[in-house]
Every structure is written in structure tokens, then in C-alpha cells.
């Protein structure tokens, strides 16, 4: 079946760690996507990727970085430099054409130690 | 400044019932508005979409509808179903820079009451 993997689904960090969640998808989707939930908030964009080798900045991309090697893995890294890093962490990918739905993972719960 | 807004943080409805999901945006260039439902704990799924050249979308028990002119868009369910408690997201759809993005509104905590 063709579909998203995210993984861990629970992860925990001290402080000053990076950490790395894993977001894969096996849909021959271009373009793949993470976001950030917060409780009582929507879904905030982190980074985007439209092709390989290529993405952008979303609207909270401060402390995070990405990768686009492969065209089914996009990487996400919490860096140190996120200040509250706490929240559920969601990757999504699309056809990348108009009016084509996004297909999420089930996401990575970060916490703090 | 949050471009869609889903005003009503829950909505309970008795099952069998009509339930109504609401959702107003902002921007009037917007090209594609989606529904997605939610489950704790796992990814939104995707619901239903309309284009912005159409008011009236329908699968199933699901019906979109888009008044654009009042910038609103609204998700019929019926009958309601115990298993359509879920929270639920309303998505417009748009491109920046030739780059397509998803704008989420905050979403709405639907409980059907058996």
C-alpha cells in the first residue's frame, strides 16, 4: 500500500539536542511538506519541497532545517536554535499540481526532557 | 494574520442530524479549498475539495459549499455518524511564487452524540 511513514512516532529531547525526524513516502509525490500543531492552533509550515534537491522556507522555519536527496525522504532536523520545540510534528506530500489534497503521515510527537 | 479561520472550536450534533462546519478566509485568490479530518494521534485525511469556480461540491454524505463573495465555505454532513467525531480542517489552496501552498484553518472538534 502507498502511503507516508513517519517515524518515530514519539520522540523525546534534552536540551541543546538536535534531533531528526524521518518522513518517508513511497506515492511518487513531488512535492512533500512538514508542519507543526500546536494545541488549539492549525497546522503551521515549516518547510516545503517541490523537487528534489530544492525546498523553501515556510512560515515558522527558524530552527529547523531539511534535506530533499531522495525524492521519497524529507528529512526533518530540530535544532537547538528552536526555542520550543514541544508540539506534533506532521509530513504531508502531494501530486504538487492544483486542487490535488495533501496525504499526511500520522506524525512524531516531540517532547522535552 | 491567520488568512483562514475556522470560528468555532467545537460543535456537538445528535446522530442522524445535519452537522455544519464553517470556515471564512481572507484572501480572494485562493484557488482550491479542502476539508480534511483529523483522529488523535494520526495525520488529517483528506475529506472533499472544491474549486474556486464552483459553489457546490457533493461525495456521499459530504457536501462542500463555497460563497465567495462572502469568503465563506461551509461542510455539510448527513446524516451525522458517531464515527465522524473527529476534529475537523478546512485548507485553501494557493500559489506563491509558482509554488503551491495549504493554508489550515484551526480547526472544529465535531462530536456526534448516539
Known amino acids: 500500500d502507498g502511503g507516508i511513514t513517519q517515524s518515530p512516532k514519539y520522540l523525546f529531547r534534552k536540551e541543546g539536542q538536535n534531533v531528526t525526524l524521518s518522513c518517508e513516502q513511497n506515492l511518487n509525490h513531488d512535492a512533500m511538506y512538514w508542519y507543526r500543531q500546536d494545541p488549539g492552533q492549525g497546522l503551521r509550515l515549516i518547510y516545503y519541497?517541490?523537487?528534489?534537491?530544492?525546498?523553501q522556507k515556510g512560515d515558522i522555519a527558524e530552527g529547523y532545517s531539511v534535506s530533499r536527496e531522495k525524492k521519497e525522504s524529507f528529512p526533518l532536523t530540530v535544532t537547538s536554535a528552536q526555542k520550543n520545540p514541544t508540539a506534533f510534528y506532521l509530513c504531508?506530500?502531494?501530486?504538487?499540481?492544483?486542487?490535488?489534497?495533501?496525504?499526511f503521515g500520522d506524525g512524531t510527537r516531540l517532547s522535552i526532557l | 494574520d491567520q488568512q483562514v479561520k475556522q470560528n468555532s472550536p467545537s460543535l456537538s450534533v445528535q446522530e442522524g442530524r445535519i452537522s455544519i462546519l464553517n470556515c471564512d478566509y481572507t484572501?480572494?485568490?485562493?484557488?482550491?479549498f479542502l476539508w480534511y479530518k483529523k483522529y488523535p494521534a494520526e495525520g488529517p485525511t483528506f475529506l472533499i475539495s472544491?474549486?474556486?469556480?464552483?459553489d457546490k461540491n457533493e461525495d456521499g454524505r459530504f457536501t462542500v459549499f463555497l460563497n465567495k463573495s462572502a469568503k465563506h465555505l461551509s461542510l455539510h454532513i448527513v446524516p451525522s455518524q458517531p464515527g465522524d467525531s473527529a476534529v475537523y480542517f478546512c485548507a485553501a489552496m494557493g500559489t506563491t511564487s509558482g509554488t503551491y501552498k495549504y493554508i489550515f484553518g484551526t480547526g472544529t472538534r465535531l462530536k456526534v452524540l448516539a
Open positions: 484572501n480572494s485568490m485562493f484557488d482550491y
Open positions: 504531508a506530500s502531494s501530486i504538487g499540481s492544483v486542487g490535488q489534497p495533501q496525504h
Open positions: 519541497s517541490q523537487i528534489v534537491n530544492d525546498f
Open positions: 472544491i474549486s474556486s469556480i464552483k
